[in-house]
């Protein structure tokens, strides 16, 4: 993968809508103690989601590189898979491509009680299908007509729907990336979609600005995030996503764990059980 090198940490920033960047990245142990106090509330909205029975659907669009995956983890890495759950579709089956486009992602919606996490959703149609010259223009500004009233439908059926677009200038793209080459944590994350969409940076940018164009709706707008800087990003987000859904802490009485059982008759048995090896 030949690259231009990225310019340094504090490269030229993205500008949209004249939206202006810190020009220091945050230290870890600021983020930290902030995730942490986010967290926090996190799991009392979790609480209040189930207790309510509410609906939340949550997408996340953006760039290739752009953090959407790491925001995701910060999200849900302390609640409850069962009621935060994230849907990360695979490319479609044959059968699939023969359904209606939405047919796929229906069944993903949450029911009450669930938070739904899209890491990339129908608007694959609108960002790296149209791109990447998987569906004709002609589908693709159909889609773009059609996706509201998908919408509008979606949230009259009582869905909170919140849309989020993680932008990330050239310069952090490239380094992000090229740190995925030799990285052996991180070489899953380049695909070769990622290889050949990397040279297609306007196509995509063009993209970006028709599908608002369509689809930043008052009622289902997209809510935009820098993500230069990933962990101001992350709170960012995270701080943004607790205000769209009022909330409150449920009381509970304090857990006072109760005494356990005295052994009796239980003796340790000799079994020779299979235990790891200790490697570290």
Not at 8 to 32: I, Q, R
Request: some cysteine.
């Amino acid at each position: 993968m030949k690259t231009k090198k990225a310019k340094g940490k504090n490269s030229e920033t993205p500008k949209l809508n004249g939206s202006e960047l810190p020009t220091e990245k945050m230290k870890t142990k600021d983020y930290d103690k902030k995730l942490a106090k986010l967290h926090v509330e996190l799991v009392k909205l979790q609480e209040w989601v189930k207790l309510k029975g509410l609906k939340v659907c949550v997408v996340f669009e953006g760039r290739d590189g752009a953090g959407k995956g790491g925001t995701i983890k910060a999200i849900t890495e302390r609640v409850s898979p069962r009621v935060f759950r994230v849907v990360a579709l695979t490319a479609p089956t044959e059968r699939e491509k023969s359904q209606m486009y939405i047919q796929r992602y229906l069944p993903h919606l949450p029911a009450a009680g669930e938070v739904v996490i899209f890491d990339r959703s129908w608007y694959n149609r609108a960002g790296v299908e149209r791109v990447m010259g998987f569906c004709t223009e002609e589908t693709a500004e159909r889609f773009l007509t059609i996706v509201p009233l998908v919408e509008r439908a979606i949230i009259d059926s009582g869905i909170i729907l919140i849309k989020y677009w993680l932008e990330v200038s050239e310069e952090e793209q490239t380094r992000r990336l090229e740190s995925r080459i030799d990285d052996g944590r991180k070489t899953w994350k380049l695909s070769s979609m990622d290889l050949d969409s990397y040279s297609k940076w306007y196509d995509y940018s063009r993209a970006r600005d028709e599908m608002f164009k369509a689809t930043d709706t008052d009622f289902s707008p997209w809510n935009v995030a820098i993500s230069n800087d990933k962990k101001r990003a992350r709170l960012n987000i995270i701080g943004h996503l607790l205000s769209q859904i009022p909330y409150k802490e449920i009381h509970k009485d304090k857990v006072v764990l109760p005494k356990r059982q005295k052994p009796g008759h239980y003796k340790e048995p000799n079994y020779p059980f299979r235990y790891i090896k200790d490697q570290y």
